[in-house]
């Protein structure tokens, strides 16, 4: 079935470091993929989405490129703040209706 | 434009019980999704809701059910709660169904079964 793969957290970064969390699925058709964000003691926020190959979803200075052929989504940004840590989940979504199959989720923690 | 809202926000039952969880979607979506988010499993889908039918369910026992009223409100019932059943519930809106159509997600139920 459907699945998606991500780096195994936690992320330590300095603030103003680069991020990539890396991001990989497995797809039977042709999904939509999406990054949401937690933030501590919030619900679940939509970052950015993709729903074509080479597509690029941007949101907040955080980039993800559809790459078909290697299956992947990876998340990006050059710089990144405090305000930054949360909880980052790679998604996808390939049915009819807009059921979304979520990766284990990537905690970032920044400091200053 | 309110956000999508799930009563109650916490909640404390025991084995055997059994429990109903409420979501109001934002005005305008008739799109309602449940989810199951636990340290060990993760998120995991478990049914949506689109124009008072279930159009899809995911890998949970028949325990777990749900319905959608003509307001596009919904419910989730649990029925003989186990310990595993514990996890904060999360119920998402979409304006439509279909591929892309973006979710918002209420801040959840927290349940704890003891």
């Known amino acids: 079935g459907d699945s998606v793969t991500q780096m195994e957290g936690p992320v330590t970064l300095s603030e103003e470091a680069f991020l990539t969390i890396n991001c990989t699925y497995t797809a039977t058709g042709y999904p939509s993929l999406f990054w949401y964000v937690q933030y501590p003691g919030e619900g679940l926020q939509l970052l950015l989405k993709a729903t074509k190959a080479d597509d690029k979803g941007s949101n907040k200075g955080f980039e993800a490129t559809y790459r078909k052929e290697t299956t992947s989504f990876h998340l990006e940004k050059g710089s990144v703040q405090v305000s930054d840590s949360a909880v980052y989940f790679c998604a996808l979504s390939e049915q009819a209706g807009t059921a979304l199959i979520f990766g284990k989720g990537t905690t970032l923690s920044v400091s200053s | 434009k309110a956000g999508v809202t799930q009563t109650p926000r916490y909640l404390i039952k025991t084995r055997g019980q059994q429990v109903t969880l409420s979501c109001s979607p934002i005005s305008g979506h008739r799109s309602v999704s449940w989810y199951q988010q636990t340290p060990g499993q993760g998120l995991q889908f478990l049914f949506e809701y689109f124009s008072e039918t279930q159009r899809n369910k995911g890998n949970f026992p028949g325990r777990f059910s749900g319905r959608q009223f003509s307001n596009s409100r919904s419910e989730m019932n649990v029925s003989t709660l186990e310990l595993g059943d514990s996890a904060l519930y999360l119920c998402?809106?979409?304006?439509?169904?279909?591929?892309?159509?973006?979710?918002?997600f209420g801040p959840g139920t927290r349940l704890t079964v003891l």
């Open positions: 998402a809106s979409s304006r439509e169904l279909g591929l892309g159509n973006e979710q918002f």
